[in-house]
């Protein structure tokens, strides 16, 4: 069965470092998510994807971070300049079409800024 | 206004039993979806459910059902037999408006299950 799969598992980096988390999602899918969930916590929305640019984006999601496809199977984000706070857990999700409703997870990326 | 409320703390359930865990949301729009996710102790999001505003009847897959109270704002999960693999956090989320590209997902604190042997 098609997964999202994500790479690193784990990422330490240090403050103020350029960070860039890759994520497969599944082949036929439209719809690219970003979320996060700082430990312990609720998982939090960043941005979705479509057509090769953003549609939503929330408040967490500031100049510091960014989206991209470069080819046809990748999406990554990138954080410019991390921060202790950012570090969280990152998945990503696909989702197959605007008819199809469930958003199927990646396994996550921990990323622990020191 | 919390979207999403998820108030138990901790649930505990004996092996092959059933168990309730409750989500209740907030929402203006009349079109939404909401959907449970399970995070085992290993961290990945594994989806189990889905329901639509619209749809009549409750969402079941498998074990799962929804019990789906829409006056009342509820969409509590109802997993059958309880199995040991079901010990793991347990998220309630929601998507308001209709399905588009702008889907993004509400979710809730999580509730933590443990099944007991």
């Known amino acids: 069965e098609p997964e999202v799969t994500q790479t690193p598992s784990h990422q330490v980096t240090q403050m103020g470092q350029e960070v860039i988390l890759r994520c497969v999602p599944i082949?036929?899918?439209?719809?690219f998510y970003w979320y996060r969930q700082i430990l312990g916590q609720k998982v939090e929305f960043l941005v979705s994807?479509?057509?090769?640019?953003?549609?939503?984006k929330s408040e967490i999601f500031d100049d510091q971070f960014s989206v991209e496809r470069p080819d046809g199977s990748n999406f990554t984000l990138k954080i410019r300049s991390t921060k202790l706070e950012d570090s969280a857990m990152y998945f990503c999700?696909?989702?197959?079409?605007?008819?199809?409703?469930?958003?199927?997870f990646g396994p996550g990326t921990r990323l622990t800024v020191l | 206004a919390q979207k999403i409320t998820q108030t138990q703390p901790g649930m505990f359930v004996q092996e092959k039993e059933a168990v309730t865990l409750d989500c209740t949301y907030d929402?203006?729009?009349?079109?939404?979806?909401l959907f449970w996710y399970k995070q085992p102790s290993s961290g990945e999001m594994i989806f189990l459910i889905y329901?639509?505003?619209?749809?009549?009847q409750n969402a079941t897959e498998g074990r799962y059902s929804l019990n789906f109270q829409k006056a009342r704002k509820s969409a509590n999960l109802v997993i059958s037999a309880s199995q040991l693999g079901d010990s793991a956090m347990y998220f309630c989320?929601?998507?308001?408006?209709?399905?588009?590209?702008?889907?993004?997902?509400?979710f809730g604190k999580g509730i933590t299950l443990s099944v007991r042997p």
């Open positions: 929402t203006s729009d009349p079109s939404y979806g």
């Open positions: 994807f479509y057509n090769n640019e953003i549609s939503e």
């Open positions: 999700a696909s989702r197959r079409g605007s008819s199809y409703n469930e958003q199927f």
């Open positions: 329901q639509g505003s619209y749809d009549q």
């Open positions: 082949s036929n899918h439209l719809y």
């Open positions: 989320a929601m998507r308001e408006g209709r399905s588009g590209a702008n889907s993004k997902l509400t």
